[in-house]
């Protein structure tokens, strides 16, 4: 088994290196790796539902989905992340309790009453510390959980709060759990990368042929290279959600305004705008003028540059109208 300890933070890179290790690796692989300040979505997932937008856009949080299943998680650099891709026969390739047992035994060897719980949760004392979520990709599975160490509690409660009542669709959502750091329950201090060591210490240790391994430049370049055409990407991160309907509605100085989107593919199909606002303008045309335009604020504040708002919204901005469509 190949053993890698990876330094970058940037959670565009790190997701793009797991599906390159996992298409382009033979051997058997663990890393272990962080993440600066981001949320990571699951592959079936609509992001929009699962972000608090404004949260996200006013703390430069990154948005990145992921290749494998499963609920939006947080993370930060008081997270740590492991992941083991191996091959195997089909029905052997999921299993969720076989690659979470080491990080169990780590926290046994201090002292820490860890378990799994349900289908792929790890908790202290009833409250989950690392999430869980596997791809299977040909005879080859990508697992890898988080392992919530010394994140900040506030950050992840504040980032992943969304409005129940914005969106309905189909897509998985997340189930939020209550929650712990590592830290909390240890005997003695440890840092967030002695815990690393430790994991790395034992995962060596107990693997027989295990050895380090660190990514060449062939492989940073080709990282990189999926890093920027699919990680990076507003198609991969957002536009790949399923079809869903959005509704928000907004005070504004003109009134009130209601907002419903219907969209597929991250792209709108139809909207429509309802209110007690007054107009000289149809804001039928602006409605038409969105049909076609993708669900994000960049493309939709292009659109709206050839109108002005004022006159189909008596009193409303165009911060205010844009405001109403996130």
């Known amino acids: 088994m190949l053993c890698i300890i990876r330094h970058e933070t940037d959670p565009y890179f790190n997701l793009a290196a797991e599906e390159y290790v996992l298409k382009n690796f033979e051997r058997d692989t663990f890393m272990l790796w962080r993440n600066e300040p981001s949320i990571i979505v699951g592959k079936h997932q609509n992001t929009l539902a699962e972000i608090n937008a404004d949260y996200v856009k006013e703390n430069k949080i990154k948005v990145v ?9 947080f993370h930060d650099l008081g997270n740590l992340n492991f992941t083991f891709i191996a091959s195997g026969e089909n029905h052997q390739l999921v299993d969720f309790r076989k690659f979470t047992q080491p990080i169990l035994e780590v ?3 201090l002292n820490i009453e860890a378990k799994f719980e ?3 949760d790890l908790t202290i004392e009833g409250r989950k510390f690392s999430g869980n979520a596997e791809h299977v990709y040909k005879n080859r599975v ?3 959980g988080t392992l919530l160490f010394s994140a900040i509690m506030a950050d992840l409660s504040s980032a992943l709060k969304v409005d129940p009542d914005k969106f309905q669709d189909k897509a998985v959502k997340s189930v939020r759990s209550r929650v712990t750091n590592i830290s909390e329950h240890l005997k003695e201090p440890l840092t967030v990368l002695e815990f690393r060591e430790l994991i790395l210490k034992h995962v060596m240790e107990s693997t027989p042929g295990a050895e380090l391994y660190s990514f060449t430049e062939k492989d ?3 990282i990189s290279k999926l890093r920027d055409e699919k990680y990076i990407s ?5 536009g790949y959600s399923p ?3 959005f509704r928000k509605a907004v005070k504004t100085n003109g009134g009130k305004l209601e907002v419903t989107l219907e969209v597929n593919n991250g792209i709108i199909e139809k909207a429509r705008f309802y209110g007690d606002y007054f ?3 149809d804001p039928a045309e602006i409605e038409s003028a969105l049909s076609g335009t993708a669900h994000n604020e960049e493309a939709i504040r292009e659109k709206l540059s050839g109108f002005n708002i004022p006159e189909y919204f008596l009193n409303v901005s165009s911060e205010e109208l844009i405001t109403s469509l996130f």
């Open 65 to 73: 989905r992921r290749l494998s299943g499963g609920g939006a998680v």
């Open 107 to 109: 926290l046994q060897k």
């Open 118 to 120: 349900g289908r792929n």
């Open 142 to 144: 990508l697992h890898h």
């Open 220 to 222: 940073i370049a080709a």
């Open 234 to 238: 507003w198609e991969w991160n957002f």
């Open 243 to 245: 079809k869903y309907n």
């Open 279 to 281: 107009n000289k303008a």
